[in-house]
């Protein structure tokens, strides 16, 4: 089955770049969705088609996808950021996620 | 105002069964796809199942496959998720999400999730 493997955990300081990635298999070749997720809260959707942002989230969360990696970017990341974040794409109509990477904002 | 409502967790014994409901509205449900997504406590988001827009395709993850049925009622604007067989690791809370209609097949938008517990 497929694969999608993020770093458990990635810090930043308030106002730096935080950049989150998702290896898989000719991942380049797949459209990747990124996904923030607080405790207790619904998962929001934050970057689809690669590198597209929904209509309501900040320019600074951005994307890309080449080769075997995808990655989220998170300019001048702020509190508010801190969560988890997942990748996931399609496999053959299965759907799947990383293993989720928690941001930390010192 | 696209809502999504899940109902129909709770506890139930290792072997048991459970149907988990999704309410939707807001928006035209038979012209988009849904997924259901579980987390487990501790543990990060898993895909568990989806259904096309007119419901004549269905997909699962092999960790629920020949156990789990997904099913969607137009009429009512419904998604459920028929569980079977439940085990210890199917305990999760369990979020319906809507699916836009991209090559990428992003989920736009989620509910509040259920908990379901199989314990005995």
């Known amino acids: 089955s497929y694969e999608l493997t993020q770093p458990p955990s990635v810090s930043v300081s308030p106002g730096q770049t935080a950049s989150i990635t998702c290896s898989g298999d000719?991942?380049?070749?797949?459209?990747v969705s990124w996904y923030q997720k607080k405790p207790g809260q619904s998962p929001v959707l934050v970057i689809f088609?690669?590198?597209m942002r929904p209509s309501g989230i900040p320019e600074r969360f951005s994307g890309s996808n080449s080769g075997n990696t995808a990655t989220l970017t998170i300019s001048g990341t702020q509190a508010m950021d801190e969560a988890d974040y997942y990748c996931?794409?399609?496999?053959?109509?299965?759907?799947?996620f990383g293993g989720g990477t928690k941001v930390t904002v010192l | 105002e696209v809502q999504l409502l899940e109902s129909g967790g709770g506890l139930v014994q290792p072997g048991g069964s459970l149907r988990l409901s999704c309410a939707a509205s807001?928006?035209?449900?038979?012209?988009?796809?849904m997924s259901w997504v579980r987390q487990a406590p501790g543990r990060g988001l898993e895909w568990v199942s989806a259904?096309?827009?007119?419901?004549?395709?269905?997909n699962y993850a092999d960790s629920v496959k020949g156990r789990f049925t997904i099913s969607r009622d137009s009429s009512k604007n419904t998604l459920y998720l028929q569980m079977n067989s439940l085990r210890a690791e199917d305990t999760a809370v369990y979020f319906c999400?809507?699916?836009?209609?991209?090559?990428?097949?992003?989920?736009?938008?989620w509910g509040q999730g259920t908990l379901v517990t199989v314990s005995s």
């Open positions: 999400a809507r699916e836009l209609v991209y090559s990428s097949r992003p989920m736009d938008y």
């Open positions: 807001g928006f035209t449900f038979n012209l988009y796809a």
């Open positions: 259904i096309s827009g007119g419901g004549g395709n269905t």
């Open positions: 000719d991942l380049g070749d797949n459209f």
């Open positions: 088609q690669d590198k």
């Open positions: 996931q794409a399609w496999d053959s109509s299965t759907g799947v």
